[in-house]
Each structure stands twice: as C-alpha cells, then as structure tokens.
C-alpha cells in the first residue's frame, strides 16, 4: 500500500519559517504528481503547490507565490513544502497528496493517496 507521512509542522511566529516533509512509502514515488493542501477550521481542503514527478514543473497558489518553495528527492522518497515569511493566514493542517497520473491539478479530488496531515500555527 501507499503511505504517505507529513512531519515538520509547529507553532511559530508570522514572519518565520518552516519546512515540512512528506515520506512515501510502497508504490513508485518517482511516478507521482505531488502536492500540498491545507485545510483550517470550518474551510474546505484547498490547494497549494504541486511538482511534477522529475521535478520538472511547479505550481503554486496565488497566496503562497514568493513564499514557499515545493521540492522532491525521489532517491529519498520524499517532498518538501519551505515556507517562508509565514502569516497567521497560513495556519492549517497541512496534507500531502500523490496523484498516479503525469499531470498537476490543483483539485482535491485529482489525488489518490493522502497522509494524516501536520499541524501549522502562526501566532501574530
């Protein structure tokens, strides 16, 4: 089976900086489209970036572009989210997502499997 493990989450202060992980295990990690969702309270599951499986494109929501950086080492299995200059904003829990197929969507639903999500907390 796929797994998929966030870590790197915390509580910090807005204009810091975090770095999340996601391990992939089973599967074919460097076959698969990769992505960030956030999710906070009372909101839906929304989109934040998305890599492509060499690496080879990038995407990113509007309210993260300048700020965080998406990145994979497929030797290690896994994919990282560098944030910068977080916001109060920017407080969720974190997902990671893998999608099978060669292309980058930014719909919740283009994905197949999922990690149990890393907590976010920017204080002001």
């Known amino acids: 089976q796929v797994q998929l493990v966030e870590s790197g989450g915390g509580l910090v202060q807005a204009g810091d900086s975090l770095r999340l992980s996601c391990a992939a295990s089973?599967?074919?990690?460097?076959?698969?489209?990769m992505g960030w969702f956030r999710q906070a309270p009372g909101k839906e599951r929304e989109f934040v970036s998305a890599?492509?499986?060499?690496?080879?494109?990038?995407h990113y929501a509007n309210s993260v572009k300048g700020r965080f950086t998406i990145y994979r080492d497929n030797a290690k299995n896994t994919m990282y989210l560098q944030m910068n200059s977080l916001k109060p904003e920017d407080t969720a829990v974190y997902y990671c997502?893998?999608?099978?197929?060669?292309?980058?969507?930014?719909?919740?639903?283009?994905?197949?499997?999922w990690g149990q999500g890393t907590q976010v907390t920017v204080s002001s």
């Open positions: 997502g893998g999608r099978r197929t060669y292309s980058i969507v930014t719909s919740r639903y283009g994905y197949d499997y």
């Open positions: 890599i492509t499986s060499t690496g080879g494109n990038r």
């Open positions: 089973g599967g074919t990690f460097s076959s698969y489209t």
